[in-house]
C-alpha cells in the first residue's frame, strides 16, 4: 500500500507508525492551512473562501479515507498471520519460538487496532475544526 511518505510496511510497526504519522501532516498543520487560505474580513473579496474551504475539505476527506483503509489493511494482514500461528500452535504447541512470534504477532496487532481510535480522534478534531472556520464558507455533505 503506496502512502504520501514511502511504502507502508505492516510487518514493522515503527515503520507503519512513521508513514501513519507523514500521512497525518495535513490534519497536524489544518489550523496553519486555515489561517494562511481562508481572509480575514478585510481581504474577503481577494480569494474565494468557498472553493477554499471546498477544496480543503476534499483534501481532509481524502487523507481520512487512505489513512482508514491503510490502518484496515495491515490489520486484516496481521490478523491473518496470527491465525496462521494460532493453527501453528495448535499442531506443535510445545515450540516455544512460535509462541513467542504469536505474542509479538498479537501485540502488534493490538497496536494497529489501537491505532484505528487514534485515527477517530485526529479525524473528529480536524473536522471539528474545519466546521469551526468554514461553516459560513461551505457546509460539506452529511458523512455516512
Avoid: W
Amino acid at each position: 500500500m503506496a502512502a504520501p511518505g514511502g511504502t507502508l510496511n505492516c510487518e514493522d510497526f515503527s515503520m507503519f507508525q512513521d508513514v501513519l504519522k507523514a500521512m497525518r501532516t495535513l490534519d497536524d498543520r489544518i489550523v496553519h492551512a486555515l489561517n494562511t487560505t481562508l481572509p480575514t474580513a478585510s481581504f474577503s473579496g481577494k480569494v474565494d473562501a468557498t472553493q477554499t474551504c471546498k477544496d480543503l475539505y476534499e483534501s481532509l476527506i481524502d487523507a481520512h479515507t487512505s489513512r482508514d483503509k491503510a490502518i484496515k489493511t495491515c490489520i486484516a494482514e496481521t490478523s491473518a498471520v496470527v491465525g496462521r500461528l494460532r493453527e501453528e500452535r495448535s499442531k506443535d504447541s510445545d515450540n516455544l519460538s512460535l509462541m513467542k512470534q504469536l505474542r509479538k504477532e498479537q501485540t502488534k496487532l493490538k497496536m494497529m487496532q489501537s491505532e484505528l481510535n487514534v485515527e477517530e480522534v485526529v479525524n473528529d478534531r480536524s473536522m471539528k475544526i474545519f466546521v469551526e472556520r468554514c461553516r459560513i464558507h461551505y457546509i460539506p455533505p452529511k458523512i455516512q
